[in-house]
Every structure is written in structure tokens, then in C-alpha cells.
């Protein structure tokens, strides 16, 4: 039913700079995957086909990554590297991939604002891959049910109200917005429509919060364990707790940490 997913990656990374000053912050590995690969394959598990990334200055090593590789394909193919060819080849099959840029990041709405060509009328996905999710069921999976009507009850509610990045002490409930999204093409209008909000960015939260007083908004409570590996505390949890179940390198990094007295 979902189509079409979009993957925002056209911001400066600011959090993890000097990384992020030529180098992407999607491209950053999760062990050995770029998190926005871990993305794409949440979509393509959720049966997502058309992957639709915004992209800036500094980041043509996204297209390159899930482009194909000539010169590595042939390489590995004379090797006689039958596993590493058709990993390498894996990925640039694992959808159908179309780019555009955002020429300065004015911020998340923004972002999603200049897909609405592409996306046209019909419901999408959007996915931040520096929220890292770990699960059984990809979260855009679950969240499915509900727009299916089977999950109405458990988990699911009924949004009154959002802020983008409230003070404590103002936060409506303990409930946080994370970076999955299913968005109706009435989102467009609405992105159109507001002003700059939080850090002078025009907010993806503002739009759909717009979007309250005409629409049901549903917010879901997904099952699993997510890192905001967009922030360096964030992303070493993430690749802790992802290297520690890695077939290959999981039981040698247990015994290092155990060996460091750090677990
Ligand atoms: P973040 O706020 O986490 O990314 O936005 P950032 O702005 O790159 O990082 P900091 O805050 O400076 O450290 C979440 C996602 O939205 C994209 C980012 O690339 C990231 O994947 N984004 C953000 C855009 O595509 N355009 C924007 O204008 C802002």
C-alpha cells in the first residue's frame, strides 16, 4: 500500500563534526552497514520499492554507495569473491532510487517539502536513519497495523497535541516523536503553509501538528530498542549493542569488554 519511502540526509551533521565535515553523518557505519543502508532495508523489509533520498553539498557518497559498483563488481568477479560481489551487488538492488537535492537545509520540513513531486498523491513513508532501531518487525511494519485498522486499542494514540524539542519541564507527556513517519499528501499544503519554527527551521512536527484540527493523527508505541545515533553517545550504544550480537565479532568483543572489566 506504502510505495514510496524518503530518506531526509541533507543536513550538516553539526552534532558530529569534524566527522560530518566532508563526509556524510548517513554514511556512518553501524559496524559495517551506513545507517542509511540499515534504513532502505527497513523499507525494503516493510515492502517499500521506490527509496526517495534528499540529499546536499557533500554527499554524493550516498548515491555512490547504492549505485553499482563497475570497477568493485568486475574486481571481485576476477577474484572469483562470490560472497563479497553479490553483497556489494545487493545493494543497489535493493530498490529503486531517486534523488534530490535540498540546496540549503532550512530543516526537516523542508527536506520532505521538496519530495512532494516525486512522492505525488498518495500516502509515503518517511524514515531518519540516524534514529536506529532495533527489532523483531521493522517499525514501519508495525506501524502498518495501524493504518490497516487492525491495531487500534494497545500502544496507539489518538495525537492531541506535539511540540518539536519542548524544555522538560513543558513536555506534554513522556511519549517522543521519533524518525518514522507515514504521511498523508495533505502534508504538503501544510509544510507550504507554516513559518519557521523551532532553531529558524521550518518543522516537520509543526506541519503535521497543523494538520491536527483536519485529520485523525495517529501515534504508535513501536516494539524495540531505538539509539539516536545522531548525537556520539548515541551512535557508540548503537554499535556496541549491534557489534555485541554480530555473529563473527560479537563473542570477541564480549570477552574484550569482559577482559576491560567494562561489562
Ligand atoms: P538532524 O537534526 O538529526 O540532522 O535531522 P542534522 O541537522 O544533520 O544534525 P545536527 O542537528 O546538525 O547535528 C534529522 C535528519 O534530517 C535531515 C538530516 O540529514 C538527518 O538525516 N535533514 C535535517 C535534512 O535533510 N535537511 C535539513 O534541513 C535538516
Request: aromatic content about 8%.
Amino acid at each position: 500500500m506504502i510505495r514510496k519511502a524518503v530518506f531526509p540526509a541533507a543536513g550538516f551533521g553539526t552534532r558530529f563534526l569534524p566527522v560530518t565535515k566532508a563526509s556524510p553523518k548517513e554514511m556512518l557505519p553501524l559496524v559495517d552497514k551506513p545507517l542509511i543502508q540499515h534504513g532502505v532495508e527497513e523499507a525494503r523489509a516493510s515492502g517499500i520499492r521506490d527509496m526517495i533520498i534528499v540529499t546536499g553539498r557533500g554527499k554524493n557518497a550516498i548515491e555512490d554507495h547504492f549505485d553499482v559498483s563497475f570497477e568493485l563488481e568486475a574486481m571481485l568477479a576476477k577474484k572469483g569473491d562470490r560472497k563479497l560481489h553479490s553483497l556489494v551487488r545487493s545493494i543497489s538492488d535493493m530498490g529503486d532510487f531517486f534523488y534530490v537535492r535540498q540546496n540549503l537545509p532550512l530543516g526537516l520540513g523542508h527536506a520532505v517539502l521538496r519530495t512532494m513531486d516525486m512522492v505525488g498523491e498518495e500516502p509515503f513513508a518517511v524514515i531518519l536513519s540516524d534514529d536506529v532501531i532495533d527489532s523483531k518487525v521493522p517499525v514501519l511494519r508495525q506501524m502498518y497495523g495501524i493504518i490497516e485498522g487492525r491495531k487500534i486499542g494497545k500502544g496507539v494514540y489518538e495525537i492531541v497535541d506535539m511540540v518539536e524539542k519542548p524544555k522538560p519541564e513543558k513536555a506534554p507527556s513522556d511519549l517522543a516523536i521519533i524518525g518514522r513517519y507515514i504521511l498523508p499528501p495533505s502534508i504538503f499544503p501544510a509544510l507550504q503553509a507554516i513559518k519557521p519554527g523551532a532553531g529558524g527551521e521550518l518543522q516537520l512536527t509543526d506541519a503535521i501538528r497543523a494538520l491536527l484540527s483536519e485529520e485523525r493523527v495517529l501515534g504508535y508505541e513501536f516494539e524495540g530498542v531505538r539509539y539516536d545515533a545522531g548525537t556520539k553517545l548515541g551512535f557508540l550504544m548503537a554499535n556496541i549493542s549491534f557489534a555485541l550480537k554480530d555473529p563473527e565479532i560479537g563473542p570477541l568483543l564480549r570477552e574484550f569488554l569482559r577482559k576491560e572489566r567494562i561489562s
